[in-house]
């Protein structure tokens, strides 16, 4: 009897173990991206008149794929200090290697609002 409960004990351990053992490894490339920098895609959609994401917060080493959507209006972005400009349908890949905050404007002259259509890049 008690080695039966054992065998049932240890085949447990090893179901869990293996479960474990699952998880931690479809996580693992991730993880190791993240460690030399991610690659990630980040439209910016724009409407009347604002940005859809008060700020955008990346890593130092991030490489960003931005590209501009405008759901209402017709707008554009530049970030300053990034060297970013561009339009709607355009896409721009940067590597982001210095920490800081860049300021991102819309560069379209669109209407009553356009002043205040501000939002930050973050490179943490
Ligand atoms: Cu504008």
Redesign the pocket.
């Known amino acids: 009897m008690k080695k039966y409960f054992l065998a049932v004990i240890t085949a447990a351990l090893m179901f869990t173990l293996a479960a474990c053992g699952g998880g931690t490894s479809s996580e693992a490339p991730s993880n190791a991206a993240a460690a030399n920098g991610t690659v990630v895609d980040v439209p910016i959609t724009a409407t009347n ?1 604002k940005f859809d994401k008060e700020e955008y917060r990346f890593k130092k080493g991030d490489t960003v794929n931005l590209s501009l959507v405008n759901k209402e209006g017709v ?2 972005i530049d970030i300053k200090g990034l060297n970013v400009s561009l339009k709607a349908g355009q896409t721009k890949s940067i590597v982001l290697d210095k920490p800081g905050t860049y300021q991102i404007v ?6 009553a ?2 002043s205040t ?1 501000v939002s930050k890049l973050i490179v943490e």
């Open positions: 008149f707008h554009g819309c560069n379209v002259m669109c209407g609002g356009h259509m």
